[in-house]
């Protein structure tokens, strides 16, 4: 794993252990690592868990759509239906091993990288890539209904090549 990979697996697995209150015991083998987060944030390791854990976690900071982990998980012959994705995907959100970013409200990819940051999204390869600008911000924000808090704010700046 490089040197970033490991750091962006590093925060994932701290994002989730501030989640669960349990430190998780990483020791960077992908296997080992994936029970542990599982683990950490409350989640039963089973089989497929573990399966599509690996595939989502084993290479480092990603964006995929449960249709590409699908794909992967058919090549890797990993035993699971579209159906069984789809609700690892929530489940792994809902614990926060994952952070979910919808673009246009049909697509909507997993990041395995849960820290706060923003997004490009390249239009003409349908590729999601990471702001590596630590700094950026909104320099206004809208006012809040009253009762409501902001959970979050993620930005997708959309990019096409240019004509």
Known sequence: MSENN???HDEDAHAAALLSGRQPA???CPWHDVNEMLQSAGLRPTRQRMALGWLLF???ARHLTAEMLYEE???AKVPVSLATVYNT???LTD???LRQVSVDGTKTYFDTNVTTHHHYYLENSHELVDIEDPHLALSKMPEVP???EIA?????VRLRKKR
Not at 152 to 156: A, K
């Open 6 to 8: 490991a750091t962006h």
């Open 146 to 148: 009253e009762g409501y």
């Open 89 to 91: 995907l929530n489940q």
């Open 58 to 60: 084993g290479k480092g």
């Open 95 to 97: 614990a926060g091993l």
């Open 152 to 156: 979050r704010i993620d930005m997708v």
């Open 26 to 28: 990483l020791t960077g």
């Open 73 to 75: 998980a058919t090549l």
